[in-house]
């Protein structure tokens, strides 16, 4: 089992959709948790932090639930340019500081 | 402009030649850290450093070899490149700073190893 999972994708909407991206890791000892985005051929970037209280950026609100050990993305009103990959990060303690975790990232094709 | 560089971007070689490919980056950040891309894996860690003279393993990290002598630069070694090494190489820099998390990767390298 991956340490970290996201749904398989690839999911296809249509602009205005609201799009809801999951996340589970398997490490408890998980401490900092993010997402990013990744456009084809790009360097991935970062999209938001999320925090246990859930944050939101927008249109995007992220979600943390420490108990189940799962993360959600949520964009609302998709545009053609939300369009990439979306890949869910964990950050867990390491001998020397923090390994990175990154899901294998799940598809978004917003279409007109 | 924040920024991290990664030289070079694209290059073939062939099995057992050694390599380097270099990181800099700009914005005086402590975190350093080197990935691969594969398909159907996604972004897997090799090494990171938290500073200078600290490195450490990531999850995928035989076969290469870092250093950290300045803040701004984290080379990535090949000693002896092998066919699996061939993929898409990130370096990424980070900070926390203030409760804000901060973090940039480089435009990446393709590695293709004959």
């Known amino acids: 089992r991956k340490e970290v999972e996201q749904d398989p994708g690839p999911f296809n909407v249509p602009e205005g959709a609201t799009v809801a991206f999951n996340c589970t890791y398997s490490n408890s000892a998980s401490q900092s948790f993010f997402w990013y985005r990744q456009d084809c051929r790009k360097e991935p970037k970062l999209l938001m932090s999320?925090?246990?209280s859930g944050n939101e950026d927008g249109r995007f609100t992220a979600q943390l639930n420490r108990a189940s050990q799962y993360i959600s993305l949520l964009i609302r009103d998709s545009k053609l340019s939300d369009s990439a990959t979306y890949l869910c990060v964990v950050k867990k303690d390491g001998t020397g500081g923090f390994k990175t975790i990154f899901g294998a990232g799940t598809r978004l094709f917003v279409k007109a | 402009e924040a920024q991290v560089t990664q030289n070079p971007r694209y290059l073939i070689t062939v099995t057992g030649k050694k390599l380097t490919v270099t990181c800099s980056q700009n914005?005086?950040?402590?975190?350093m850290s080197w990935y691969r891309q594969d398909p159907g894996l996604g972004l897997r860690q090799i090494y990171y450093?938290?500073?200078?003279?600290?490195?450490d393993k990531g999850d995928v990290p035989e076969g290469y070899k870092v250093s950290r002598k300045e803040k701004r630069n984290f080379p990535l070694i090949l000693e002896s490149p092998s066919p699996n090494q061939t993929s898409l190489y990130f370096c990424a820099s980070s900070l926390w700073s203030q409760g804000r998390y901060e973090q940039y990767f480089g435009p990446g390298t393709r590695l293709t190893v004959t």
């Open positions: 999320v925090y246990s």
């Open positions: 914005m005086n950040h402590e975190y």
């Open positions: 450093s938290m500073n200078v003279e600290v490195t």
